[in-house]
Structures are given as structure tokens and as C-alpha cells.
């Protein structure tokens, strides 16, 4: 295909993957220009990498441009390299040289999606907002795993499994009119507002498992009939509020009876 920017252009983009991927990726991702497809992309060792002589394939997603958004569109009418030098570095940025020839080349918008490496078929190209939720509230990295960072690995039923389970159109249950919805703000939001519960289920799981010390010590202390009488009587409707906290924190993450203090005051001890 012709492409005016040939000091830019780098063979691995147009190299063929293994016999029978093409074939198996199209089983689970069709092309049509109705909406996005997954694709395929080779990409060159670099000396940093876990094995520096051996390359690995990627996986884009690729919308068709005539349902990219025009102010998105606008940044791939020049090539970084064509803007004035103050610029260039803010559309590099954005738009990739590899982006930008997919897009003149193949009439897409390509986001890196999954990176074949790794020994589960693959590692995410980047999280979605839940996901860097679950692993923040696990304590665990959620910055996402560059490519290559581990082995290469093949695409296989692994790969499939893995990608199908985050790959937008199964999650619509390969329905057009869902897919869509997917896209609104309101839908959005609502999106942001589920994965904040979550997050806020996880992490109150974990503070609970966390405070279990201190529970088992006050359940023990409690055993003592001259500890409980010691204790102030407990407040009417303490039972209902205890039953009701945690439901009322997942979904609001506020607690039953928590206000926001107004102003703090300082109390000195004296010795």
C-alpha cells in the first residue's frame, strides 16, 4: 500500500502471524465496519527485554475511522513529524507513527488491547479503570506489564479465554444495540459508580481480616462479666446499625452516623 512517510515505516507492521492465528482470531473477532476488531502486530526485540532476541505479537484493537470521534480524527491528518517542532512532541504522544499509518493505510484507529507474553496466554496492553480498582484494593501493581517484560508466548485457547473475557463486544453478548449503550456517558458512569462498590467490597473484606487480632482480643476480654459491666450501655438501635453498615458503605461509602468534623480541638494532657 503506498504511504508518503516511508523513513517512518517499520516492515514487523505488515508481517503475517504463525499458520491458523489469523483464522482462529477472526472466529472470535469479526472485521466488519460496524464497529471495532482485534488485529494482530509483530513487534522487533529490543535489547532491554526479558529475551532480547526473540520478538513477540501483540493484539489492537482497530476501530474503523468513519466512527472515530472528529476532534480524534483531526490528530491523524498530519504525521508528528509534519507539525512545527513546539508540537511535536504532544502529538507523538498521542498518535504513533504505527497508529498513524494504520489509520492512511487501513482506514483504523489502532489502541494496543493484549500483549502475548507471560505464561496465561497474556497480559493485558492496559487496565480498565475496574481493574486498577481490584488490584489497588488487593494491594497488588496495577500498572500494567510493558511489552517485553516476560517471554513470549503463543496465541492459543489460553490466549482466546483471556481475551474474550475482556473484549467489549462479548461482554455485550454480541449485541449491537448493547454495544453502543457501552459508549454513553450514562452508561459510563454508572460503569465508574460499580467499580467503586467494588472496590469498597474488597476493601472493607480486607480491612475486616485485617482487625481480626484486635477482635479476637475484645471478644476475649468480653468473656469477663467485670469488663462488660465496666462498658457504657449501648445505644438504642446500635443492633439495626451494625447490620446495616456494610451494605450502606459499598453503596454510598459513607458510614451509618460518620460526619464530617467541623473543627478540631486541641486537648492537652497534663501530666
Not at 15 to 21: D, S, Y
Not at 75 to 93: V, Y
Not at 96 to 125: D, K, N
Not at 148 to 170: M, N, T, W, Y
Request: hydrophobic share 35%; net charge negative; proline share 6%.
Amino acid at each position: 500500500m503506498p504511504y508518503s512517510l516511508q523513513q517512518f515505516y517499520r516492515g514487523e507492521w505488515e508481517r503475517r502471524p504463525p499458520e491458523g492465528w489469523e483464522v482462529r482470531l477472526r472466529e472470535i473477532s469479526q472485521i466488519t465496519d460496524r464497529m471495532s476488531h482485534l488485529r494482530l502486530r509483530w513487534n522487533e526485540p529490543y535489547a532491554h527485554w526479558f529475551e532480547p532476541n526473540r520478538g513477540q505479537w501483540s493484539i489492537y484493537v482497530a476501530t474503523p475511522r468513519h466512527l472515530v470521534e472528529a476532534s480524534r480524527a483531526a490528530q491523524f491528518l498530519l504525521h508528528w513529524s509534519e507539525l512545527p517542532e513546539d508540537q511535536q512532541e504532544g502529538r507523538k504522544a498521542c498518535v504513533s507513527s504505527y497508529q498513524h499509518f494504520m489509520w492512511h493505510t487501513h482506514g483504523v484507529e489502532v489502541l494496543p488491547f493484549w500483549i502475548l507474553q507471560g505464561s496465561h496466554g497474556g497480559t493485558p496492553a492496559k487496565y480498565s479503570r475496574r481493574e486498577k480498582r481490584y488490584l489497588d484494593a488487593m494491594n497488588a501493581v496495577s500498572e500494567e506489564l510493558p511489552l517485553g517484560f516476560l517471554p513470549a508466548c503463543a496465541f492459543d485457547e489460553q490466549s482466546v479465554k483471556a481475551i474474550q473475557h475482556r473484549d467489549r463486544l462479548v461482554q455485550a453478548g454480541m449485541r449491537f444495540d448493547e454495544l453502543e449503550k457501552m459508549d454513553r456517558p450514562e452508561y459510563l458512569k454508572a460503569q465508574d459508580e460499580l467499580a467503586e462498590q467494588e472496590y469498597r467490597e474488597v476493601f472493607l473484606d480486607q480491612w475486616i481480616e485485617t482487625m481480626k487480632p484486635q477482635a479476637d482480643f475484645m471478644r476475649h476480654w468480653l468473656q469477663r462479666s467485670e469488663n462488660r459491666e465496666s462498658l457504657p450501655a449501648a445505644p438504642d438501635g446500635l443492633a439495626s446499625t451494625l447490620s446495616q453498615y456494610k451494605d450502606q458503605y459499598i453503596a454510598t461509602g459513607a458510614l451509618i452516623g460518620a460526619k464530617v468534623a467541623s473543627s478540631r480541638k486541641l486537648q492537652v494532657a497534663v501530666a
